[in-house]
């Protein structure tokens, strides 16, 4: 079973640029999170998606961060524009369905690195 | 704010070792405790887990150890080998499955 996919896996960027980062999740899983997870910190969600609607997006700054998850499958996050404390990793996770955590395991992809100077 | 809260932030053992990780949590909503293990440049995978109603599970070399008065539950690593270096986070999952994670914890195990 193929995992989750991130693309890309590296970005450095200027500040007040735009930037957008992709996944896409475990075949069948109706789930999808993102996380941020600054260097020396746990990963922090910053929306989750049922399907193609949103479940939870309190965390996510919302005057510059944007999600989308067109069609219920693939999903990107975008930065626009980008502060110098966006620098982190960018996860993306996803899950069969939301139910019984004991059988709803999130699968966390490798992450996109950010680096904004 | 944080919401789940552990320590210490790093540890080292010898081969062998048992180290045991810490971690509190605050939200009396949260009812699912899983714990996950990152290798550098990889996504977290999932550990182990543990549910409030049980007071520990014990999975292979890795064993949960929870208190639900105290708010408190922590991972012990039995015979700890060098492959089991890498950070380790708590976290804690309400019914709506919006996982808080702890700050993390790395682990140097020692040949």
């Known amino acids: 079973e193929a995992g989750v996919a991130q693309s890309p896996r590296y970005k450095i960027i200027e500040k007040r640029q735009s930037v957008a980062f992709w996944c896409n999740p475990i075949?069948?899983?109706?789930?999808l999170y993102w996380y941020q997870q600054i260097l020396g910190q746990g990963p922090k969600l910053l929306i989750q998606?049922?399907?193609?609607?949103?479940?939870?997006d309190s965390q996510l700054p919302k005057d510059r961060f944007s999600a989308e998850r067109l069609k219920g499958v693939d999903s990107t996050l975008k930065i626009q524009p980008a502060k110098l404390e966006d620098s982190a990793v960018y996860l993306c996770?996803?899950?069969?369905?939301?139910?019984?955590?004991?059988?709803?395991?999130?699968?966390f992809g490798p992450g996109t690195r950010l680096t904004v100077l | 704010q944080q919401q789940v809260k552990q320590s210490p932030q790093s540890l080292i053992v010898q081969k062998g070792g048992i180290p045991i990780i810490n971690c509190a949590y605050e939200?009396?909503?949260?009812?699912?405790f899983p714990w996950y293990q990152q290798f550098p440049g990889k996504g977290p995978a999932l550990l182990i887990a543990?549910?409030?109603?049980?007071s520990e599970k014990k999975e292979g070399r890795f064993t949960i150890s929870f208190n639900k008065s105290a708010k408190q539950f922590s991972l012990h690593i039995m015979d700890s080998q060098p492959g089991d270096s890498a950070t380790y986070f708590c976290?804690?999952?309400?019914?709506?499955?919006?996982?808080?994670f702890g700050a993390g914890t790395r682990l140097t195990v020692k040949p």
């Open positions: 543990i549910r409030p109603d049980v």
């Open positions: 075949s069948g899983h109706a789930t």
């Open positions: 998606f049922q399907n193609n609607g949103v479940v939870d």
């Open positions: 976290a804690a999952t309400s019914p709506l499955r919006d996982m808080r």
């Open positions: 996770a996803s899950s069969f369905r939301l139910g019984d955590p004991s059988t709803d395991t999130q699968y």
């Open positions: 939200n009396t909503a949260f009812d699912y």
